[in-house]
T-cell receptor, first 114, second 114 residues
Framework: GDSVTQMEGPVTLSEEAFLTINCTYTATGYPSLFWYVQYPGEGLQLLLKATKADDKGSNKGFEATYRKETTSFHLEKGSVQVSDSAVYFCALSDQSVRTDKLIFGTGTRLQVFP | AAGVIQSPRHLIKEKRETATLKCYPI?????VYWYQQGPGQDPQFLIS???????DKGSIPDRFSAQQFSDYHSELNMSSLELGDSALYFC?????????????FGPGTRLLVL
């Protein structure tokens, strides 16, 4: 079945460092790919998404490119801030089925220190 | 902008009791999803509804049931609660249309079963 694999955390960085969180996927159809962020004690917020190969999603300085050839959707940010500390979830929805249920990766905790 | 509303935000129950969680989707959204997130885990899809009909079913125990009402709000009914049901329960809503539509999550209901 469909699945998402994320790099394990926690990822610990100093402020202004470069961030990469790896995400790869397995899907039978043509998935849409998402990054959601969860701040402590809060719900899930959509960070960015891409619906087809070579699309780049971007928001708040974060970027991710849908790479079909490597089945990847890695999250990057050039300069992280302390306020970026959160858990990041990569997710997919499979366009080959009627519903768009999300399949999540295990999440990667990011900790940014001043 | 209006967001997804969930109630209650926190709930404490004893084993074998019942619980009802409510979800009010974003206005004009016609699809509702329920997810369960155990401590330190990724959200797992439970069930979804489109236009008041069940559209997909995931790893939802038989002790749980759900429905979507004419005003599109949804309720998740949980009976014979077990300790393992303690989790954060998210509702998400979307507007059906092109596949890969963004799901917007509510803040979640934190259920603790004692």
């Amino acid at each position: 079945g469909d699945s998402v694999t994320q790099m394990e955390g926690p990822v610990t960085l100093s402020e202004e460092a470069f961030l990469t969180i790896n995400c790869t996927y397995t899907a039978t159809g043509y998935p849409s790919l998402f990054w959601y962020v969860q701040y402590p004690g809060e719900g899930l917020q959509l960070l960015l998404k891409a619906t087809k190969a070579d699309d780049k999603g971007s928001n708040k300085g974060f970027e991710a490119t849908y790479r079909k050839e490597t089945t990847s959707f890695h999250l990057e940010k050039g300069s992280v801030q302390v306020s970026d500390s959160a858990v990041y979830f990569c997710a997919l929805s499979d366009q080959s089925v009627r519903t768009d249920k999300l399949i999540f990766g295990t999440g990667t905790r990011l900790q940014v220190f001043p | 902008a209006a967001g997804v509303i969930q109630s209650p935000r926190h709930l404490i129950k004893e084993k074998r009791e019942t619980a009802t969680l409510k979800c009010y989707p974003i206005p004009r959204h016609d699809t509702v999803y329920w997810y369960q997130q155990g401590p330190g885990q990724d959200p797992q899809f439970l069930i979804s509804f489109y236009e008041k009909m069940q559209s997909d079913k995931g790893s939802i125990p038989d002790r749980f049931s759900a429905q979507q009402f004419s005003d599109y709000h949804s309720e998740l009914n949980m009976s014979s609660l077990e300790l393992g049901d303690s989790a954060l329960y998210f509702c998400a809503s979307s507007l059906a249309g092109s596949l890969g539509e963004t799901q917007y999550f509510g803040p979640g209901t934190r259920l603790l079963v004692l």
